[in-house]
């Protein structure tokens, strides 16, 4: 049973562009929600993550929106650059488990020139 | 500090094979996960350990084992290898794997192909 959904499955933007990712849970129970960046034979890198109770973080350039009503956060990376090309997973985790994160299926993202 | 470590990073087998592969974690962290990451699957959790105990366990048949050591080292284990077992294994470590918005670090991966 997958718990997290993720879109798109990949996403293509111009340099300067501002892609988003969204994605959706079911267990409502998570209270961690990470963002892992992951480049060809590498192993995924954590990005940036944000809590429940929390509606908006920055980093740098990217930004995570929570809705905790509507189970969905969504990833925003603003001046998108071709080294953010790369593919995206979200992920959830709960408290007591923190090691087990239930990972969405990815986006592949290609930031062209 | 050195990263997570995955040994080796890549390996070719057969069906009915087994195969170990190995994980060492940051040092410091006593956590240790595993996760298969494939294409149609995508990331999926298959064991933490912690002090050499298996402590959460994801849907995988028991062919899946692992274990580990004293010094956080860990290794899984996958016996009777099948065609579908082809995937990239990921190790992460964490200092205590409980604390929520606790960092895991990813190692490289060890790319598995059973033929």
């Known amino acids: 049973q997958q718990q997290v959904k993720q879109s798109p499955q990949s996403l293509i933007v111009q340099k300067g562009g501002i892609p988003i990712i969204n994605c959706a849970y079911e267990n409502t129970a998570f209270d961690y929600f990470p963002w892992y960046q992951q480049f060809p034979g590498k192993g995924p890198a954590l990005l940036i993550a944000i809590r429940p109770d929390v509606s908006e973080k920055k980093e740098g350039r990217f930004t995570i929106s929570f809705n905790k009503s509507a189970k969905q956060f969504s990833l925003h990376i603003m001046d998108s650059q071709p080294g953010d090309s790369a593919t995206y997973f979200c992920a959830a985790s709960f408290t007591g488990t923190a090691s087990k994160l239930t990972f969405g299926t990815g986006t592949r993202l290609q930031v062209t020139l | 500090k050195a990263g997570v470590t995955q040994t080796p990073r890549y390996l070719i087998k057969t069906r009915g094979q087994q195969v170990t592969l190995s994980c060492s974690p940051i040092s410091g962290h006593r956590s240790v996960s595993w996760y298969q990451q494939t294409p149609g699957q995508g990331l999926q959790f298959l064991f933490e350990y912690f002090s050499e105990t298996q402590r959460n366990k994801g849907n995988f048949p028991g062919r899946f084992s692992g274990r580990q050591f004293s010094n956080s080292r860990s290794e899984m284990n996958v016996s009777t290898l099948e065609l579908g077992d082809s995937a990239l294994y990921l190790c992460?470590?964490?200092?205590?794997?409980?604390?929520?918005?606790?960092?895991?670090?990813f190692g490289p991966g060890t790319r598995l192909l059973v033929l």
């Open positions: 992460a470590s964490s200092l205590s794997g409980r604390a929520s918005g606790e960092t895991q670090y």
